[in-house]
């Protein structure tokens, strides 16, 4: 006994040492990589994968981990597990059961993916494996965010690009042989890219060999839920059970899942569905707030033959709230019984009761619809009745033997239907009146006969009045027959007749006279569309080979711009199979294109499937014509191609050049290809794109076009003349296009000036050129203007003055204008240097012009100005500041003058020094300072003594007055508001005012004073010498003066004193006169022999004229009388005749006691050319008393002169004449 119990004591410790020792082995690192590589070997065996394992963690006993547990196939991760826990309890295994108290599955990712051949990557990944042999307890499955994608195949597949996320849920499973028990409970996860979540799901599922119940099914999907409970046994001849009930189903929730689901609310639904192997009851019963509903239907199997039973009804439904696309307002009701003993129309035995009453179509409403129907013994019968404010529709139809011959009859009656109510269109209003008879078999047209008329009443479609239409049609054997259809309407008049069927048109007759044409015009788009007139035609042929022929007949055409005084033509159409033509000839005659006129039109066109052929002949007038032809071919974008065009107009005949010419006409851009025409030397070519919406790229060339031509054309200057070439390119974009190109114009002339060739540059950006308008400038908007010229010829402003002349010199400039329209910013230099010019109306001639101006953007600097003109010469210079506003700031300049002729004509020669006058200014004003000499002066009255009397009425006195208002208020006058100055005048002993009756030297210093409009004037001139002739005597200046006192009006004085020398008899006697006083209303006083001798003014008169008193003389006046008189009108008889004949000098030499005497005449045929002829009458030989001088002034005191006759031929000559004055 002791021996046994040794025995047991040391095998328990042996056993004992050896659990110790396996504890130990376990724990080892070894051991873990040695079970780790052994599972993944078994794994080989289970899975058709490949299996791999990160680390074994944990006592191996009651649990352990697993980390990064990973399933590949075919290269590809199916499934990743970071972590993976479990726990078991080796206890159980004593009573041959396993327990895994805990599996933990923590972030497992699974990627399903669809094979091309529609497999999936998981089919058969793990192989079937036999029953287990012990029971295997799971009381507490744990998957925490899990995640699984899918890829399917169908892109249109809910769950493409869609994955399942943080999917979390417990389990219970326990699996033994008879049984498997599934207890799944807080079942939750989302979809990516979808707004519903499964947030809670609960079910109980027992399977067994032959029967499988869920129970407590629950599933929680936003605002819905669903509960149930199911139910299969014996799976060979297998019955079930299935209940659902929904309470409630959120529909709104479930619209992102369906998106044609529009019906809204909660729906409360319930489903029982039980049967067995051959037989199956359904009950399906709907609440909704719109109506609601059930269909109950059993069906049972029996020899072969499907029994069924079928009950429906709806009750109160709302289409509009039900349908998809916000159906009818209704309020409709349903009833359905049908039962049969088989599938078949012969066994159908059917009741349908259909009704609406207060409901709605459109925006009409329903008074009543009633749709009654009846299937029975093989025949069917149908009853329609339908009442509403928009008509009533009737009909009554019946088919017998409906598996059979289908012989039906049918009668529909429709009054008063308004159209508008059943298409949803209230443009349409329609008062309309059929009726129908139909009779036939198998619903084959070729045995149906019908008969009926149609009645339109006064309506309205599509925004046409239709005063009436009616017609009348029958059928017979599927031919239809239409006798006259008559349509009248605000469109015109149409009628059509014929006979037809489904295959072809026998004959068809159509006529419309055209009346207005609202609806079409609209339908262009077009403003203005008018035509009166006929078009009509036939149509007949098969529908595959139709062929229709007509002709129009139109007057007062007009298209928008386009009018066509008539219109005529022909057209046709063929068509064969799949293919047509189309032709049309047609003439317009008195036709307006906008502004274009022309005489007729004659076009010719063939249309094919894809293309037109046109020919056209345009006369503008019998003149002017023109021939295209070409080929216009269809689709998105148009095209015309061009084959040929001559145009014939205005004296020339342009042709086209190249052999590929079309243009493309698209939505958004026109395509211009290699647009050439040619006459004569003249070319014109286009090519390029030019786009409403996107880039430009549009070239244009124009080469040797006169100029004098076209202008004439467009009604321009007729003195524009030359050949001009331009090359243009559109760049840019649509919004923002860009104009840039050259031209050169040779041989040119504007007006009287003529130049060789002128070439330049242009751009234009921003803006948009006009026809007949000029380009936009914005004043706000930036712009940018440059002008470059080296050595431009300034003679073209000749042709913009006739006072000046001889305009010759160079112009060389680099300025940039840079900034807006109301702040510009200039800058660069403008050089004029060697120029010439002349002023006729002064008598002068300036050469050696030279000036530099400074352009800059706050100033304007002209540093140096230069002019001469014989010998005196004229420089200057000026600085203008500006501000930020572009005004003036400040001005400073000053002019220096050295014998510099203002003027040298026979009227006045005029000659200054300045040695410096100042100018100055600011915003406020220009002010001047300085001094004036009058270097040389001669001013002849001559042009004053005219004699003219001058009449001025009432009206022109007003006149007058108002021009002179005028003028006070011009732009020149309130430019003097702001100028002001004082300016000395100084006139040295050479300043003479010279006339037929006066010749007087002055000198002295005036200053002159301005404000604004306002001329002072101060100081005194003094009358140094000269003469006066007064009733042909000459008086000599013994003394004079003026004074000015300012106002040139009224405050002059005058101090003169001059004297007459004469003989009466052997006495020598002195004539003093005396002028004083206001030069506005001078005093004259005469003495005689002394300055205080006083005489009356009539024996002044009288010693002038007889060298003797008035009275008391006793000298005989008769001798001395006629002296006078012939003296005084041969002065006076020169002035009329010289103003009247245009000649600069008239003599007339009177002879002793009346006698003849002679006569000279002259005029200057320039300033420095004088010409003479001269009569004496005195002599008795006419030819020798004739004489003619030419005299040319070289220098002012060198002349040379020509004489031809005279009585002595010392007369007759050339002479060099040398003339000195003293003064």
């Known amino acids: 006994m002791k021996r046994f119990l040794k025995i047991i004591l040391g095998l328990f410790g042996l056993l004992v040492l050896l659990l110790l020792a396996a504890a130990a082995l376990t724990q080892t690192q070894r051991f873990r990589d040695w079970l780790r590589d052994e599972i993944v070997a078994a794994a080989r065996e289970k899975i058709n994968g490949r299996l791999a394992l990160g680390k074994i963690e944990g006592n191996l006993i009651s649990q352990f981990k697993i980390t990064n547990l990973t399933i590949t196939r075919d290269g590809e991760t199916v499934v990743r597990v970071p972590r993976l826990e479990f726990g078991f309890s080796p206890r159980e295994l004593w009573d041959r059961r396993v327990l895994i108290n805990l599996l933990l599955i923590d972030s497992a990712a699974i990627h399903l993916r669809q094979n091309p051949d529609s497999s999936w990557n998981v089919q058969n990944l793990i192989v079937t494996d036999t029953t287990a042999i012990w029971p295997i307890v799971l009381p507490k499955i744990r998957i925490r965010n899990a995640e699984v994608t899918i890829s399917p195949l169908d892109t249109a597949s809910f769950f493409y690009r869609r994955a399942v996320q943080n999917l979390n849920a417990e389990l219970l499973v326990e699996y033994t042989t008879p049984q498997t028990v599934l207890d799944l409970r807080r079942l939750a996860f989302n979809v990516t890219n979808f707004p519903l979540a499964v947030s809670e799901s609960n079910a109980h599922v027992v399977q067994t060999a032959d029967a499988v119940q869920i129970d407590k099914l629950q599933i929680t999907v936003g605002g819905s839920t669903v509960t149930g409970n199911l139910r299969v046994r014996d799976f060979k001849q297998?019955?079930?059970?299935?209940?659902?009930?929904?309470?409630?189903?959120?529909?709104?929730?479930?619209?992102?899942?369906?998106?044609?689901?529009?019906?809204?609310?909660?729906?409360?639904?319930?489903?029982?569905?039980?049967?067995?192997?051959?037989?199956?009851?359904?009950?399906?019963?709907?609440?909704?707030?719109?109506?609601?509903?059930?269909?109950?239907?059993?069906?049972?199997?029996?020899?072969?033959?499907?029994?069924?039973?079928?009950?429906?009804?709806?009750?109160?439904?709302?289409?509009?709230?039900?349908?998809?696309?916000?159906?009818?307002?209704?309020?409709?009701?349903?009833?359905?019984?049908?039962?049969?003993?088989?599938?078949?129309?012969?066994?159908?035995?059917?009741?349908?009761?259909?009704?609406?009453?207060?409901?709605?179509?459109?925006?009409?409403?329903?008074?009543?619809?009633?749709?009654?129907?009846?299937?029975?013994?093989?025949?069917?019968?149908?009853?329609?009745?339908?009442?509403?404010?928009?008509?009533?529709?009737?009909?009554?139809?019946?088919?017998?033997?409906?598996?059979?011959?289908?012989?039906?009859?049918?009668?529909?009656?429709?009054?008063?239907?308004?159209?508008?109510?059943?298409?949803?269109?209230?443009?349409?209003?329609?008062?309309?009146?059929?009726?129908?008879?139909?009779?036939?078999?198998?619903?084959?047209?070729?045995?149906?006969?019908?008969?009926?008329?149609?009645?339109?009443?006064?309506?309205?479609?599509?925004?046409?009045?239709?005063?009436?239409?009616?017609?009348?049609?029958?059928?017979?054997?599927?031919?239809?027959?239409?006798?006259?259809?008559?349509?009248?309407?605000?469109?015109?008049?149409?009628?059509?007749?014929?006979?037809?069927?489904?295959?072809?048109?026998?004959?068809?007759?159509?006529?419309?006279?055209?009346?207005?044409?609202?609806?079409?015009?609209?339908?262009?788009?077009?403003?203005?569309?008018?035509?009166?007139?006929?078009?009509?035609?036939?149509?007949?042929?098969?529908?595959?080979?139709?062929?229709?022929?007509?002709?129009?007949?139109?007057?007062?055409?007009?298209?928008?711009?386009?009018?066509?005084?008539?219109?005529?033509?022909?057209?046709g159409y063929r068509r064969a199979g799949l293919s047509g033509e189309a032709t049309l000839n047609a003439t317009a005659r008195s036709l307006l294109l906008a502004d274009m006129a022309l005489d007729s039109v004659k076009l010719a066109t063939r249309y094919p499937e894809t293309f037109a052929e046109v020919a056209a002949e345009i006369w503008l007038d019998p003149q002017n014509s023109g021939v295209i032809s070409g080929r216009y071919l269809f689709g998105d974008t148009a095209r015309f191609e061009v084959n040929q065009a001559v145009l014939a107009v205005f004296d020339q005949t342009w042709e086209t050049t190249a052999d590929s010419m079309w243009i493309e006409l698209g939505p958004e851009e026109y395509f211009f290809h290699n647009i050439a025409l040619r006459s004569g030397p003249e070319h014109f070519f286009l090519d390029g794109k030019l786009s409403f919406i996107g880039a430009e790229d549009l070239r244009l060339s124009l080469s040797n076009l006169q100029l004098a031509r076209y202008a004439k054309l467009f009604g321009l200057e007729e003195g524009l003349n030359g050949l001009i070439d331009i090359e243009a390119r559109l760049n840019g974009t649509a919004s923002a296009p860009r104009l840039d190109g050259h031209f050169l114009i040779n041989n040119g002339k504007l007006s009287e000036f003529a130049y060789q060739s002128w070439a330049g540059a242009f751009n234009f950006e921003d803006e948009k050129l006009l026809d007949g308008s000029p380009v936009t400038l914005y004043k706000d908007r930036p712009m940018r203007m440059q002008a470059d010229a080296q050595t431009l010829d300034i003679s073209f402003l000749q042709a913009f003055t006739q006072r000046v002349k001889n305009i010759r010199g160079t112009l060389s400039c680099d300025v940039k204008l840079e900034g807006t329209l109301s702040n510009m910013r200039p800058g660069g230099p403008i050089r004029v240097y060697n120029a010439t010019f002349a002023l006729p109306e002064y008598g002068t001639a300036y050469h050696d012009l030279f000036f530099v101006v400074s352009l800059a953007s706050n100033a304007l600097d002209m540093s140096s100005f230069r002019v001469e003109s014989d010998k005196g010469k004229l420089e200057g210079n000026v600085k203008i500041s500006l501000d930020h506003e572009g005004k003036v700031s400040t001005l400073e300049g000053s002019v220096f003058a050295q014998n510099f002729p203002l003027s040298k004509t026979r009227d006045l020669e005029l000659r200054i020094d300045s040695d410096s006058t100042r100018i100055t200014g600011d915003a406020n004003g220009l002010r001047y300072a300085g001094a004036v000499t009058v270097k040389r002066a001669?001013?002849?009255?001559?042009?004053?003594?005219?004699?003219?009397?001058?009449?001025?009425?009432?009206?022109?006195?007003?006149?007058?007055?108002?021009?002179?208002?005028?003028?006070?208020?011009?732009?020149?006058?309130?430019?003097?508001?702001?100028?002001?100055?004082?300016?000395?005048?100084?006139?040295?002993?050479?300043?003479?005012?010279?006339?037929?009756?006066?010749?007087?030297?002055?000198?002295?210093?005036?200053?002159?004073?301005?404000?604004?409009?306002?001329?002072?004037?101060?100081?005194?001139?003094?009358?140094?010498?000269?003469?006066?002739?007064?009733?042909?005597?000459?008086?000599?200046?013994?003394?004079?003066?003026?004074?000015?006192?300012?106002?040139?009006?009224?405050?002059?004085?005058?101090?003169?004193?001059?004297?007459?020398?004469?003989?009466?008899?052997?006495?020598?006697?002195?004539?003093?006169?005396?002028?004083?006083?206001?030069?506005?209303?001078?005093?004259?006083?005469?003495?005689?022999?002394?300055e205080n001798a006083t005489i009356e003014q009539k024996d002044a008169i009288s010693y002038i004229l007889f060298n003797a008193p008035a009275q008391g003389s006793g000298i005989s006046l008769a001798g001395s009388a006629s002296g006078v008189v012939s003296g005084l009108v041969s002065q006076q008889l020169s002035k009329t005749l010289g103003e009247g004949l245009n000649l600069d000098v008239i003599e007339f030499g009177a002879g002793e006691n009346l006698t003849p005497g002679s006569v000279l005449v002259g005029k200057y045929i320039t300033n420095d050319l004088f010409i003479s002829v001269s009569q004496d009458f005195s002599s008795f030989n006419s030819a020798e008393a004739l004489r003619v001088a030419l005299e040319l002034e070289v220098l002012r005191e060198f002349f040379l002169q020509a004489t031809r006759g005279g009585k002595d031929e010392k007369d007759t000559g050339f002479d060099v004449i040398w003339k000195k004055e003293w003064q």
């Open 938 to 1090: 001669i001013y002849s009255l001559s042009s004053m003594q005219t004699g003219k009397i001058l009449e001025i009425d009432e009206a022109e006195l007003q006149q007058i007055l108002n021009t002179n208002a005028e003028e006070k208020d011009s732009t020149f006058a309130r430019l003097l508001q702001h100028v002001s100055g004082e300016l000395k005048i100084r006139m040295p002993r050479n300043t003479w005012i010279r006339g037929p009756e006066v010749n007087l030297e002055l000198n002295g210093e005036l200053d002159l004073v301005q404000e604004g409009e306002t001329y002072l004037l101060f100081g005194a001139i003094d009358i140094a010498r000269g003469t006066y002739e007064l009733y042909g005597k000459k008086f000599t200046v013994r003394s004079g003066k003026l004074i000015f006192q300012g106002d040139l009006d009224t405050a002059i004085q005058i101090d003169l004193l001059a004297s007459y020398v004469f003989r009466q008899g052997k006495e020598k006697h002195e004539m003093f006169v005396n002028i004083t006083g206001s030069l506005s209303n001078p005093q004259v006083v005469f003495s005689l022999d002394s």
């Open 238 to 571: 297998p019955s079930y059970r299935v209940q659902l009930a929904a309470t409630p189903l959120q529909l709104d929730d479930w619209h992102a899942l369906v998106p044609q689901l529009s019906t809204q609310g909660p729906l409360e639904a319930s489903l029982l569905c039980t049967g067995n192997w051959d037989s199956v009851l359904v009950d399906l019963e709907l609440k909704h707030e719109a109506g609601e509903g059930r269909l109950l239907a059993f069906a049972r199997r029996n020899s072969g033959r499907v029994g069924y039973t079928l009950d429906a009804d709806i009750r109160r439904a709302d289409l509009a709230r039900l349908l998809p696309e916000r159906g009818p307002h209704s309020h409709l009701n349903l009833s359905l019984r049908a039962q049969g003993d088989r599938l078949s129309l012969d066994s159908l035995q059917a009741m349908l009761h259909l009704t609406a009453d207060s409901s709605r179509l459109g925006n009409h409403a329903l008074s009543n619809f009633v749709l009654e129907g009846a299937a029975r013994n093989n025949d069917l019968q149908v009853d329609l009745q339908l009442q509403t404010p928009a008509g009533e529709i009737a009909g009554a139809g019946r088919v017998r033997d409906l598996s059979g011959a289908q012989d039906f009859d049918m009668n529909l009656n429709v009054k008063r239907l308004n159209l508008a109510a059943f298409v949803y269109d209230t443009t349409l209003i329609s008062n309309l009146n059929f009726t129908a008879a139909l009779k036939g078999r198998h619903l084959n047209l070729n045995t149906l006969e019908a008969a009926g008329t149609f009645d339109l009443r006064p309506s309205r479609i599509w925004e046409i009045n239709l005063a009436s239409a009616r017609g009348v049609f029958r059928s017979h054997a599927g031919e239809m027959v239409l006798d006259t259809l008559r349509l009248q309407s605000d469109l015109g008049n149409f009628s059509v007749d014929g006979a037809f069927n489904q295959k072809q048109i026998h004959l068809l007759h159509f006529i419309a006279e055209i009346g207005k044409l609202d609806l079409a015009r609209r339908l262009l788009a077009a403003d203005t569309l008018h035509a009166r007139g006929v078009i009509g035609g036939t149509v007949q042929g098969v529908f595959d080979s139709l062929s229709v022929n007509g002709g129009f007949q139109l007057s007062g055409v007009q298209y928008n711009a386009t009018h066509a005084k008539n219109l005529a033509g022909e057209f």
